[in-house]
C-alpha cells in the first residue's frame, strides 16, 4: 500500500507531493510535481498539516544521507 500526499494552494492546484510506503519505510519528495492540479479532488482525503511536513522533512533527511 502506498500513500501519495499532496501540499495544496486553493482548491486544486499541487505544490508539493510525496509518496509514502509504509511497509517498505519509503519516502519520495516531489519539490516540483509533475502533476499541478488534483485530478478528482473530492476523492482525495485531508491529512493534518503536521504528517505531511514531518513526511517531508524525513524525505528531505534521506535524500541528503
Given at each position: 500500500?502506498?500513500?501519495?500526499?499532496?501540499?495544496?494552494?486553493?482548491?486544486?492546484?499541487?505544490?508539493?507531493?510525496l509518496?509514502?510506503?509504509?511497509?517498505?519505510?519509503?519516502?519520495?519528495?516531489?519539490?516540483?510535481?509533475?502533476?499541478?492540479?488534483?485530478?478528482?479532488?473530492?476523492?482525495?482525503?485531508?491529512?493534518?498539516?503536521?504528517?505531511?511536513?514531518?513526511?517531508?522533512?524525513?524525505?528531505?533527511?534521506?535524500?541528503?544521507?
Open positions: 500500500m502506498s500513500y501519495t500526499m499532496y501540499e495544496i494552494e486553493g482548491d486544486d492546484t499541487i505544490l508539493r507531493m509518496t509514502f510506503i509504509p511497509d517498505n519505510d519509503e519516502i519520495h519528495i516531489y519539490p516540483k510535481p509533475p502533476v499541478k492540479k488534483l485530478y478528482k479532488p473530492e476523492l482525495c482525503k485531508k491529512v493534518e498539516e503536521n504528517e505531511f511536513l514531518g513526511l517531508w522533512a524525513m524525505g528531505e533527511e534521506r535524500k541528503k544521507g
